[in-house]
């Protein structure tokens, strides 16, 4: 099964941030989702950032940072620029899929995650994300 996983940084006072939240019952997360059958990788990014957080983004605002394997799925990396949009600090969105809950948005030092209690495969990808930045960063 493919997954799909929205990728949202910024740089605040000079540190770099990931998007993540936690979900009522399954702990803190990334966005990420099932790629739907013959949809196109950004379509599904598109839509799960949207359907999870509400944030919108179109398609020219999203880069291809390649397929990994985690905990024995393949997840499809994309990083969507929202560079150009005010998003808070922190804020909740009530889904309108996963029996409505409200998903508790919040930025993360990238460098500094590793003290939230995550769940490894976020973890994993995590690890995979801060890889990309310090390559792009050097």
Known sequence: MNKVCPVILRKNNHVLEVLLFKHPTAGIQLVKGTIEKSE???HAAIRELYEESGIVVEQQQCYDWG???ISNQTWHFVFCDTSSQDLENQWCYDTLDDYGHCFEFFWENINTYHILALHSKYVQALDLI???MNLYLR
């Open 40 to 42: 196109q990788i950004f």
């Open 67 to 69: 397929a990994h394997q």
């Open 130 to 132: 801060r890889q990309k």
